[in-house]
């Protein structure tokens, strides 16, 4: 890379010098250097990987594999027929439409009230300072350690009591109860990340504190908000325990209990179990993906500069 210098040498006399500086894009680069260490870790990482991945292609497979080829012997690891006769049966044979309806309808209501009571609450516990806020967090994060088996005796009664047995509206109360700790804990540390000036300028503008956090914050959270909503949904869709106890029609029943369906006493439909499940996988892949996208988001974007 050339550049062109001009130096003045007298009072009307200009000298134009030529450098030569060396382009950093052209220097050559230093060769990776190939170590045991590095072999390793990328041989691990790749059986981690093929280990984690399989299951995922053996459902696959199966799926696409016509009802008479599944049991056979010797294995195929590539479909010879491919067929969607299990995609066609599940939805003649069962009401999987219905399940996966009211899997949607459960899990985007509990999980955007959730999110939204949780986003009221860690505002509290990230911007307010009263006493007994540690053993309020503390109680957040022992919810997340109880097994839910051990609660379902006196939830099922008290649900029974209020008529919400085998209801949507019941299994998205629990759903909700369900979601707020870990969501609260979540977005505190998204409220934490936020610098306080810009609370203090919208209020010193004019703005309530509500007005602040709704108009100001919450745009900036925007990443945090939308990772805390697609854990809740994550979560209840996927949740069978409570939904396997609650729901006792098919009316109302959802895609994690209906998979209980396909296993009878003395046989497993694997075929349209695993074209349930590939179904079922599908939204939760999808969400994860737009999870890691808003995390990374949110913990890298900057609000202001101080």
């Known amino acids: 890379m050339t550049i062109t210098s001009s130096v003045r040498t007298g009072s009307s006399v200009t000298e ?20 045991v260490g590095g072999v390793v870790r990328v041989v691990g990482l790749g059986l981690w990987l093929l280990i984690t991945l399989f299951p995922l292609y053996w459902i696959t497979l199966t799926a696409f594999k016509s009802p008479g080829t599944i049991n056979r012997f010797p294995i195929e690891y590539w479909p010879s027929e491919p067929s969607l006769d299990n995609f066609t049966s599940l939805f003649e044979k069962s009401s999987f439409g219905t399940f996966l309806a009211n899997s949607a ?11 939204l009571i949780a986003l009221l609450s860690a505002y509290v516990l990230a911007r307010f300072e009263f006493r007994g806020k540690g053993a309020v967090l503390i109680a957040f994060l022992l919810t997340q350690m109880i097994p839910a088996f051990i609660a379902l005796g006196p939830l099922y009664s ?49 703005c309530s504190r509500l007005g602040a956090l709704f108009r100001v914050l919450v745009p900036v959270m925007t990443p945090g908000i939308i990772a805390a909503f697609i ?18 029609t098919d009316a109302n029943r959802t895609v994690p209990s209906a998979l209980n369906g396909f296993i009878s006493t003395f046989n497993i439909d694997w075929g349209s179990m695993s074209a349930a ?30």
Do not use: H
């Open 105 to 115: 309808i459960v899990a985007v209501s509990a999980g955007a009230v959730a999110t």
């Open 158 to 206: 008290m649900m029974t009591d209020l008529g919400l047995v085998d209801t949507k509206p019941g299994l998205i109360l629990v759903y909700i109860a369900i979601c707020i700790p870990f969501s609260t804990v979540m977005l505190r540390g998204f409220f934490e990340n936020v610098p306080d000036a810009l609370e203090e300028a919208a209020m010193i503008d004019g």
């Open 277 to 306: 499940a590939l179904l079922t996988i599908l939204p939760t892949m999808v969400m994860f993906a737009l999870a890691s996208r808003w995390i990374v988001q949110g913990l890298t974007a900057g609000a202001v500069k101080e």
């Open 231 to 248: 854990f809740n949904f994550v979560n209840c869709w996927n949740e069978l325990f409570l939904s396997v106890v609650l729901m006792n």
């Open 16 to 35: 134009t010098r030529r450098i030569t500086v060396p382009d950093p894009k052209a220097a050559p680069r230093p060769k990776p250097r190939l170590t």
